[in-house]
């Protein structure tokens, strides 16, 4: 259910999903290499704060460069050096955020955070790729504003929350 517009959060959203079948990762990793998404995503997040959970820090190990790096876990003893830890979605509230906050996934996170997000950047990619890790539903929570990038292997729409008012 979308939420009340008061309920949205001034998140962005940040994500490449097969539209085969909605895969984004794949054992732990992503599914495809893509130099093009990897431009676009550091483009976007570069001076700004992202937001991941436990398990996609697993993955990129190290905080991504020139960016506040936050993770969300329940473990109360993780170590994470470089890293902000949050533990619950109110924790996102006390932390001092720098330029705007992008929710970088991964599906756990994003199940639970999209219907705040203010906006959802989202690399449509058109191969077939298997996937262990996919989107949940977004589509009755936003709609498409613009095609932002296309080329043979990708499409990146910037998707508007339904609940903010026209
Ligand atoms: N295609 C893309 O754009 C993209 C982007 C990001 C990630 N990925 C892929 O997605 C996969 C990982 O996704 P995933 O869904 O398995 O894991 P995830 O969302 O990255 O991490 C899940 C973990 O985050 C913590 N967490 C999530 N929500 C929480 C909450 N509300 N409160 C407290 N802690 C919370 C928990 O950590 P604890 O277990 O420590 O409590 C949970 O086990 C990888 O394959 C990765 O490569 C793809």
Redesign the pocket.
């Known amino acids: 259910m979308p939420l009340p517009a008061d309920a949205i959060k001034p998140w962005k959203a ?4 097969a539209d085969k079948n909605r895969a ?8 495809w290499r893509l130099p093009e998404d990897l431009a676009f995503f550091k483009q976007m997040t570069t001076g700004h704060t992202v937001v ?6 697993d ?1 990129i190990k190290k905080p991504l460069p020139r960016r506040l790096n936050v993770v ?4 109360q003893d ?1 170590v994470a050096p470089g890293f902000t830890i ?4 109110a924790d996102l509230d006390e932390v001092a955020v720098k330029g705007d906050l992008f929710i ?7 199940a ?1 955070t999209l219907p705040q997000c203010c906006e959802l950047f989202l ?1 449509h990619v058109k191969g077939d790729y298997d996937g ?2 996919f989107l949940p539903p977004f589509e009755h929570l936003f709609s498409a504003v613009e095609t932002l990038r296309e080329n043979d292997d990708l499409r990146i729409v910037r998707y508007r929350n339904k609940a903010l008012p026209a």
Not at 24 to 31: E, S
Not at 86 to 89: C, G, P, Y
């Open positions: 940040i994500v490449a999903m984004i990762g794949l054992n732990g990793g992503l599914p991941m959970g436990r398990k996609t820090m993955e969300l876990t329940n473990q993780l949050a533990h619950t979605l970088i996934g991964g599906a756990q996170l994003f639970v690399t262990d890790t």
